[in-house]
């Protein structure tokens, strides 16, 4: 059962590490065209293309390599966007309960009132396609459930008889919000930092997918799965592997979140 | 689990292999790329439409002979042109009978009021129907239609006259395209009575070999078969549109006998369709170039050494193999070789990096000094059924002399509009021609008037070169014609606002039930004599 | 109970007012632009430009395009489509039940294998059972849907044949316009029985991908919820005095664990039309995700604002709608909903 409980973890650690040491791992650069030869070329553990070309010859290998080290950087940026926003939008919400709280649900409601995706969709189509972009939108997306759950926890905190005390020696809210609250929520904003990193990754990869994401010739599992689409049939590595890479980043992100609540 | 399984199987396989409602009807699928945006093709500019309106619908004054550029008798059945090749004058045929629906019934067959109700609409500001539904006519306006009818007018239900401004070679060939298909006058009154103007294009009555049924957007148009068409009739009694975008899944669709026909397959999935026993592949040269237009305004592009140089880095060859896996031919004249007055004599473009190399050189751009921007085409076209993958091998190349490419795309709709405004420095585009006539490129793609409406991304203004197709255009004699245009397309060459990249196949995958269906090189779908073998 | 309902559709107005200012002014930004993409690529002239940009009303100063649209709001016209030129409630209308189709389809496959998942997977709380359960039931919920359906229409559509690729229906049948779903309104058709299946055949798969990640989830919900439920005391209790299991698990427990269920259920509208944004897209099932994003890269305007709007009332009409069911389930809430806000 431990060994179990542990595979998140290591599924996590094992992406971080491919993703941080991709660029030594790969046999080729991900932009190189190869050969006009060697297009759509079968996965063939002989090498030199373990994992195949795709369709205008470059190493698929290196391509999801680098893919991976693109979704750890997008995920991670995702994460700290909206995590910092949406932490301190949440204490502060949870805080000041009468004026500033009920603004910042109202807000969040407005966020909250189409679905994610479609929402980071509309966002993305408004500010034009690129990482950048999609990260900007699907940021603004993953805010509002930092807010919701520090806002909970917040007031759950605040009624704890330490806010009154440190408040009857004259510490500031700003002390309490950063130096009192802030560590006791720090166990929820963890978990649902990992929880938020597996969305954010699922969520890029669907804007990819869509074109409405990273733009050529950045390898990204997304855009390298909705290119491969058309080569399903003749060539169907090109859509089983990025898929099965996504579908890993994020089962193991979800199991370590799973994994931390329980400690927790 | 064995079990569970042939259960399962057996479950879904009932009734799999769908019966027809009645066995003595045939309905023709074919999956089509896109949805159409109107019925009316006097308003649309886009395949999708015209394939849906003007080809099965609606009939023009002349027709081109089915597969070729050839000019044949339509609803009219004759015509006569004046010494001036300025007075028209059509008769029409007899018998030809508009449809009924939508509460209309025709009380009379096609008269000279029909044509003159239809390009009076796109002609007179003033006509009831002018501005409905916006009221762009960019086909008709694109082609100087505007400029060059003076009037329409009928002298006798059976005739009718067209008075031009000034003489114009490519006219009875513009009559011919799908803007030009005629509507019905009286059903324009008829719903102007009804107060339902905006319906016109919209539920659309015409004179083609099929009735329109229903449309669902984004999934089906259906037809049925026009019994009193005035040609043979269609043989097939009901026509399916399946609009299915994705070239992969029209093919699966072919397989699984949900399409009869399906355009464009994806050039990687061609083999697959000729080794399958019951489908065939067909196709045919298409009238098209594909090509990268440089942004003859840009500071630095405007040098012609300097679009001489970076055409030789690029490895056009690679192209084709990579992106129409061998289907397309390598192009050397903005015009494909089976339009008439196609230079020969025009050298290949040259492929060579270390050529380009030196020439940036001399040119005074060492390595990386030069950062360009290339516009790769966001939606696949049989000149360039993928504008990203042939971005990124583009991008190789020029890094390959040093050159920096920032690849950018925008949707469609808006990357024509940039287009226009010339935001680009290098883009991608191509072009189908629509009339078999030259003009329909070198004038729309290449002339000065090309730059101020937008649809010369080259924005390349040359004297010479504009003088040569102007004065093509008012000459009849197709002789005469070719010389000038020669001449054009020699100055194309030397001037290099464009790196032409290929002419492509057309392809399109049938069930071999299918018989009697012909490509049409013109690229738009003409399915009135398809009809299906009642055999597997 | 009427209270409550009016409590809850006030509360949603300043989301929608909101919503509704929001749309306005994001659309008038998007970097598309609307007359062009209209005109064409064959080239437009600046009269023809001019002209269509009066005809759609885009001349206007911006203040009276915001008074014009919000008064048309209120009298319940959502715009007219550039493109198809109806009224964007009327293809709102025509869209949504094949949406519903699918979602409903989805959503039953999701109660009804979910919910025994994770009854036996909590019933099982102490055997391999339990972990083997949740390992799937976390893949499912982690499943890229995208890809998901990629794969499976390549396995059972063109590897064993067995389902059709994309689409409603077979082209041959003709199914007459009475509710818009194709499960009831094919029974009106030439030949009711083919028709009814060759409609099921295609909604097997699309139902199937679109209720993955929902199916996962509930059934991570009914096992959590079961575990909590199941160490109540008063469950200790009822099999102190001697109830069977699967009496305790069924009659107590269950139901006790409904409203956690329920939350889920409800919650899941959201996911299920994100997951039909992709699902419809892939498999060109003619619905509301398909019709939403099609706008948005064609830059339709009018749908874009309607639709955004239209979904989200969509969505809270849905989430009321399951308060509401909470309420019937549960009694006890009533005395809690005046805390509870």
């Known amino acids: 059962m431990k060994s179990i409980n542990q595979l998140g973890f290591y599924g996590v650690s094992l992406f971080v590490l491919v993703a941080t040491l991709g660029p030594i791992l790969a046999p080729f650069s991900p932009y190189e065209i190869i050969s006009t030869d060697a297009v759509s070329l079968a996965p063939n553990l002989a090498g030199p293309h373990y994992l195949g070309t795709d369709d205008i010859g470059r190493d698929f290998l290196s391509r999801l390599l680098y893919g991976a080290r693109m979704s750890l950087i997008i995920g991670l940026s995702v994460v700290l966007i909206s995590m910092s926003l949406g932490v301190s939008l949440g204490i502060i919400a949870g805080f000041y309960t009468r004026r500033l709280g009920p603004v910042i649900m109202r807000l969040t409601d407005i966020l909250m009132s189409l679905p994610s995706l479609l929402m980071a969709m509309v966002v993305v189509a408004l500010l034009g396609p690129s990482v950048k972009n999609s990260i900007l939108a699907v940021s603004l997306v993953s805010i509002p459930a930092y807010i919701r759950l520090l806002r909970a926890a917040t007031l759950e905190e605040r009624a704890k008889p330490y806010v009154e005390a440190g408040r009857s020696f004259g510490l500031s809210d700003f002390r309490l919000m950063v130096f009192h609250i802030l560590p006791n929520c720090l166990p929820v904003i963890i978990v649902q930092g990992a929880l938020g990193l597996s969305e954010a990754i699922l969520s890029i990869a669907a804007l990819g997918f869509l074109n409405l994401g990273a733009q050529a010739p950045i390898p990204e599992w997304g855009v390298m799965l909705s290119d491969g689409r058309a080569y399903m049939e003749t060539s169907s590595w090109l859509v089983t592997l990025p898929g099965l890479c996504i579908l890993f980043v994020v089962l193991s992100f979800n199991l370590f979140g799973d994994e931390l609540q329980e400690k927790i | ?536 | 109970m009427l209270k409550f309902l009016l409590k809850r559709l006030l509360q949603t107005l300043p989301t929608l007012l909101a919503l509704m200012i929001l749309s306005f002014l994001m659309i008038r930004i998007l970097p598309g632009d609307p007359v062009l993409s209209l005109l064409g690529e064959r080239g437009a002239t600046p009269e023809a430009y001019l002209e269509m940009q009066k005809a759609l009303g885009l001349d206007q100063s911006f203040v009276s395009q915001f008074l014009n649209y919000s008064s048309q709001l209120f009298r319940g016209d959502f715009g007219t489509s550039i493109f198809t030129k109806a009224p964007v409630v009327k293809e709102f209308f025509t869209q949504l039940p094949a949406t519903v189709e699918l979602s409903f389809l989805a959503l039953l496959l999701a109660i009804s294998f979910g919910i025994p998942l994770g009854l036996f997977s909590a019933y099982k709380k102490n055997t391999f059972w339990d972990p083997l359960l949740s390992g799937v039931s976390l893949l499912g919920y982690s499943m890229p849907i995208f890809w998901w359906a990629l794969i499976l229409i390549l396995f059972f559509s063109v590897q064993l044949g067995w389902t059709p690729v994309s689409g409603r229906i077979h082209f041959i049948y003709e199914i007459p316009q009475v509710t818009g779903f194709y499960l009831i309104d094919s029974w009106w058709s030439a030949n009711p029985f083919a028709a009814f299946w060759s409609s099921v055949q295609h909604l097997i798969l699309p139902a199937f991908v679109l209720g993955t990640i929902p199916l996962a989830s509930i059934a991570r919900f009914t096992r959590s919820a079961m575990l909590e439920s199941l160490g109540q005391d008063y469950i200790r209790t009822a099999h102190s005095k001697g109830l069977g299991v699967i009496s305790v698990l069924f009659k107590h427990a269950l139901r006790n664990a409904s409203i956690p269920i329920v939350t889920a259920i409800g919650l899941m509208t959201g996911a299920l039309l994100t997951g039909a944004v992709l699902t419809e897209s892939i498999f060109s099932w003619p619905g509301l995700g398909r019709w939403l994003v099609q706008a948005l890269l064609a830059r339709d305007y009018p749908v874009i604002q309607g639709g955004i709007l239209l979904i989200a009332i969509l969505i809270v009409a849905v989430n009321i709608f399951v308060d509401l069911l909470y309420y019937k389930i549960n009694p006890t809430l009533k005395s809690i909903e005046s805390e509870a806000h």
């Open chain 2, 1 to 536: 689990m064995k079990n569970l399984q042939s259960l399962l199987a057996v479950l879904i396989f009932v009734g799999c292999q769908p019966k027809s409602q009645n066995s003595k009807e045939s309905i023709f699928a074919y999956c089509s790329v896109g949805s159409p945006s109107i019925f009316n093709p006097q308003l649309a500019s886009d395949g999708p439409s015209f394939n849906a309106s003007s080809q099965p619908l609606y009939n023009r004054l002349l027709s081109f002979k089915k597969g070729t550029t050839e000019l044949v008798p339509s609803l009219a059945e004759s015509w006569t042109v004046s010494s001036d090749q300025k007075t028209y004058i059509f008769k029409l045929s007899k018998g030809v009978k508009f449809h009924s629906g939508f509460g209309f019934k025709p009380t009379r067959e096609l008269q000279a009021q029909d044509v003159v109700f239809t390009f009076n609409r796109m002609l007179k500001k003033d006509h009831a129907y002018h501005s409905v539904n916006g009221g762009g006519y960019e086909y008709f306006k694109s082609m100087e239609m505007d400029k060059i009818i003076k009037s329409v007018k009928a002298l006798s239900p059976d005739e009718v006259e067209f008075q031009l401004t000034k003489p114009e070679a490519p006219f009875l060939a513009n009559l011919a395209m799908d803007f030009a298909s005629i509507l019905s006058a009286e059903y324009g009154d008829y719903l102007v009575k009804n107060n339902k103007r905006e319906r016109m294009d919209f539920d659309p009555i015409g004179t083609g070999p099929f009735t329109f049924k229903s449309y669902s957007k984004d999934s089906l148009i259906r037809y049925e078969a026009n019994k009193n068409y005035f040609k043979t009739p269609p043989k097939v009694n009901k026509l399916v549109f399946a609009i299915t975008p994705d070239p992969s899944v029209r093919l699966q669709k072919l397989k699984k006998q949900e399409c009869h026909l399906i355009t464009e397959p994806h050039p990687s999935d061609l083999t697959q369709i000729m080794k399958n026993p019951s489908l065939k592949l067909k196709q045919t040269s298409g009238m098209n170039v594909g090509y990268l237009a440089f942004n003859t305004k840009h500071k630095d592009l405007k040098k012609k050494a300097l679009r001489e140089a970076l055409s030789l880095a690029l490895n056009r060859k690679a192209y084709i193999k990579a992106i129409y896996l061998g289907n397309a031919t390598l192009a050397k004249n903005p015009i494909p070789p089976n339009l008439w007055s196609y230079r020969e004599e025009t050298p290949e473009w040259e492929y060579s990096p270390s050529k380009s190399k030196k020439m940036l050189l001399d040119l005074g751009y060492k390595p990386g000094d030069l950062k360009l921007s290339l516009w790769t085409l966001p939606v696949s076209r049989p000149y360039n059924p993928s504008g990203k993958k042939m971005g990124e091998m583009m991008q190789a190349d020029f890094k390959k002399v040093g050159v920096d490419i920032r690849l950018q795309t925008y949707d469609w709709p808006t990357y024509l509009e940039k287009a226009r405004k010339g935001e680009h420095d290098l883009i991608q585009l191509g072009w189908s021609g629509d009339n078999g006539d030259p003009d329909n490129f070198l004038g729309v793609l290449l002339s000065c008037a090309g730059v101020r409406a937008g649809s010369n991304s080259a924005r390349w203004c040359h004297k010479k070169f504009d003088e040569q197709i102007l004065k093509a255009k008012t000459i009849t004699d197709q002789n005469q014609r070719t010389v000038f245009y020669k001449e054009a397309q020699k100055i194309f060459f030397e001037e290099k606002p464009w790196v032409p990249l290929v002419h492509s196949t057309i392809f399109r995958g049938i069930n071999t039930k299918v018989k009697a269906y012909r490509i049409n090189p013109l690229g738009t779908e003409d399915l009135s004599g398809v009809s299906l073998s009642s055999g597997k």
